[in-house]
């Protein structure tokens, strides 16, 4: 089982930045693909970037690429999520998740949330125009 705790949300002007963290629980956290979600009031939740294993795979969707850097720090069991030129826009929860099954390559599999098993609570990431 892992834990999953999300932290860094807040409430940011247009224009400014943020840094979320993913601290998981775990021996194996290093074995697993990570993934940032974010859901909207009354929309569903989006993939916003995810990566591998070690670290050397990444994957964004298109409206964050340039703006968002996933990350992550085995030794720490953390990863993060530096958010630049923030807008309205990303006004949303984001949800860290962990994708269980070890060693794997990302493939667009990791844009879904079903291909995830273990899910933070949410941090609210709140943008003002």
């Known amino acids: 089982q892992v834990q999953v705790v999300e932290s860094g949300g807040g409430l940011v002007q247009a224009g400014g930045s943020l840094r979320l963290s993913c601290a998981a629980s775990g021996r194996t956290f290093s074995n697993y693909a990570m993934g940032w979600f974010r859901q909207a009031p009354g929309k569903e939740r989006e993939f916003v970037a995810a990566i591998n294993w070690i670290g050397l795979d990444k994957s964004y969707a298109d409206s964050v690429k340039g703006r968002f850097a996933i990350s992550r720090d085995n030794a720490k069991n953390t990863v993060y999520l530096q958010m630049n030129s923030l807008k309205p826009d990303d006004t949303a929860a984001y949800y860290c998740?962990?994708?269980?099954?070890?060693?794997?390559?990302?493939?667009?599999?990791?844009?879904?949330?079903?291909?995830?098993?273990?899910w933070g609570q949410g941090t609210q990431v709140t943008v003002s125009s």
């Open positions: 998740a962990a994708d269980r099954a070890p060693w794997t390559r990302l493939t667009n599999g990791h844009t879904l949330t079903n291909t995830y098993d273990y």
